[in-house]
């Protein structure tokens, strides 16, 4: 993390994350894992080609958002520069609402979220 405000990068998301960020978040994971450490967020593309990060306030949020078969992680707000300097991202979007045509679901056997079996639904 740069130690200087201005030695960041100018689209790096801001220390802490934006004053109106509550300080846990909820974030798309690109599939499930059982191991958190090797949990992959999932990133989104605008209409106009931005690279967004969805997160969550809430659970519940998350689940009206994006479904409740999608897999998840929890992360500290504080923790957005980390995941900015594995993988850069160009916005942030809090409790988006995803069209269902774009969201996980779970296969027809039934299985609970959070199992490795989800698929994703292009």
């Not at 990133?43 to 519940?60: E, I, N, P």
């Not at 009206?64 to 078969?69: E, L, P, T």
């Not at 957005?80 to 296969?107: G, K, T």
């Amino acid at each position: 993390m740069p130690q200087h405000p201005d030695d960041a990068h100018p689209d790096a998301p801001a220390a802490g994350g934006p004053p109106e960020f509550p300080p846990i978040l909820y974030v798309p994971c690109a599939e499930p894992v059982t191991d958190p450490a090797r949990a992959r967020v999932e990133f989104r593309m605008t209409r106009d080609g931005r690279k967004a990060l969805l997160v969550y306030s809430a659970l519940d949020r998350l689940h009206a958002g994006v479904g409740k078969d999608q897999p998840w992680f929890v992360a500290p707000t504080a923790g957005l520069q980390a995941l900015y300097e594995v993988d850069p991202f160009d916005l942030v979007l809090l409790d988006i609402l995803v069209p269902d045509e774009h969201r996980w679901e779970a296969p027809e056997t039934g299985q609970a979220s959070g199992s490795d079996e989800l698929r994703w639904r292009p």
